[in-house]
């Protein structure tokens, strides 16, 4: 099989080879196509998968390109992981939002939807590629904000397009560990949209285990996201929150504690990934172990200004090892290959499983996997301030993809001024008049 990697200078792309070389019963990729527009940053990437698979004969082949329609070409899968106007932009997405007070974070709020305005656009000529170069092709999108580029490509691709998350597969694995089960007995109860959504059960052998664990105080707080929200918290809700929940729930704190650090996350990861790419430059011979100190650095520090305030501490070692979305990523292609019916959370278009969401949403629930693709599993229905919560946002994800299609500033303002973390009409404005004059790329779009 040919699997074509969008953004494949991307820092993160070496695990999705790694995850290639030592998953056991994986899909049989024989060829890699990294498709990236800076030749630089895939000249380094490069550099790293011929290191890991140095001494490996039955490595998948590795080439690049910066022509898309040529990286496409043929290909039995396509992961998309671009991130337009890069880092830089990414910064830019969180110092508009924070010099205004509110919020600077590259998918939750007014940066999210920055970032969203500019990449549906550019993601919508990929499907259309997609359907020309590759018409078979299943597109795995890792591209943020996960769940509206979904939505948005579904317009053209339809099914064949599903979108991944690594953070609530990583909570149901974390909350298995702390119970002492094997996650392949436990069936998770999990729903929301991507970066919002909630645990609100766990089944081992038909048992309910999540009241146990919200119960006890010294498994609780084994829980990397109940550290980050309070274990009172948590324990109110009766149900265990996306970490990105955070943002929502202690706003303030996360404002503050976002403005009183020296960087923003995106200019940390700017600054950091600047200086790898330079420095394989320099020295290839040594890009594997470049890129394992970078990406040690990068993981420990995730979350960091809301762990500091909330007084959650340091990541377990554990927390950093588990999942990931070259798992996930890996997983949902040997399912739809392999034609073996599993289950996993993933973004999908919504139907009839989540009550009280249009029937186009697409939503982040658990799937049933095979080789017809994956299909949402029925819900029940959420509590009422996690529906309004969901419902907001939905909406609000919904204008966004009418305004980047459409190129509608009116509609921009509007999804902005409703988001639940932006606090007046005259601050959306200010929030888009930001950004449309610090990102070119935005200022084309809208109109």
């Not at 996650?183 to 059960?201: E, K, S, T």
């Not at 149900?239 to 706003?251: F, K, Q, S």
């Not at 927390?319 to 798992?327: H, M």
Request: hydrophobic fraction near 45%; glycine fraction near 10%; include cysteine.
């Amino acid at each position: 099989m040919k699997l074509t990697i969008l953004g494949g200078g991307g820092f993160r792309v070496p695990l999705i080879y790694q995850q290639l070389l030592t998953q056991e019963d994986g899909p049989d990729v024989r060829e890699v196509v990294l498709y990236d527009l800076a030749s630089h940053r895939l000249n380094a990437v490069h550099a790293v998968l011929d290191q890991l698979a140095a001494g490996r004969t039955d490595a998948p082949k590795v080439r690049t390109a910066t022509d898309l329609d040529e990286a496409l070409d043929g290909a039995d899968f396509v992961f998309s992981a671009i991130r337009v106007d890069g880092l830089a932009g990414r910064t830019v997405d969180e110092r508009v939002a924070l010099d205004l007070g509110i919020l600077g974070q590259e998918t939750t709020g007014p940066g999210g939807l920055a970032y969203a305005l500019r990449t549906i656009p550019v993601c919508l000529d990929i499907a259309d590629r997609v359907a020309r170069h590759a018409p078979n092709a299943w597109v795995i999108n890792f591209t943020n904000p996960a769940g509206m580029v979904t939505e948005a490509m579904r317009r053209r691709l339809g099914d064949r397009v599903i979108g991944i998350c690594d953070s609530p597969i990583g909570l149901g694995v974390r909350a298995a560990r702390v119970l002492g089960v094997d996650q392949r007995r436990v069936a998770l109860d999990y729903v929301g949209l991507n970066h919002l959504g909630w645990l609100r059960g766990l089944r081992v052998d038909g048992v309910d285990r999540l009241p146990e664990l919200l119960a006890d105080d010294t498994l609780l707080s084994q829980m990397e996201e109940a550290r980050l929200l309070g274990l009172e918290w948590v324990r109110s809700l009766g149900a265990i929150p996306n970490e990105y929940l955070y943002y929502y729930y202690y706003n303030r704190d996360a404002v503050s504690s976002i403005k009183d650090a020296a960087t923003t996350r995106g200019e940390f990861l700017h600054q950091q990934q600047d200086q790898f790419y330079a420095e394989v430059a320099g020295k290839p011979d040594t890009a594997l172990e470049i890129w394992t100190r970078t990406r040690a650095e990068r993981e420990a520090t995730y979350m960091a200004e809301s762990r500091d305030s909330s007084g959650a501490g340091e990541r377990e070692q554990e927390d950093i090892a588990e999942g990931g979305y070259q798992k996930v990523a890996l997983d949902l292609m040997a399912g739809i290959v392999g034609g073996h019916a599993s289950t996993m959370i993933l973004n999908v278009r919504n139907g009839s499983a989540v009550p009280g969401l249009p029937a186009d949403a697409v939503v982040e629930v658990p799937c049933l996997v095979d080789g017809t693709g994956a299909r949402p599993f029925a819900t029940e229905p959420l509590q009422g301030h996690m529906l309004g919560l969901v419902q907001q946002v939905k909406a609000v994800e919904q204008l966004t993809i009418e305004a980047a299609a459409s190129g509608s500033a009116s509609l921009a303002v509007k999804a902005l001024a409703l988001h639940p973390l932006v606090d007046s009409v005259t601050t959306a404005r200010r929030l888009l008049a930001g950004y449309r004059e610090r990102l070119p790329g935005l200022a084309d779009v809208l109109r």
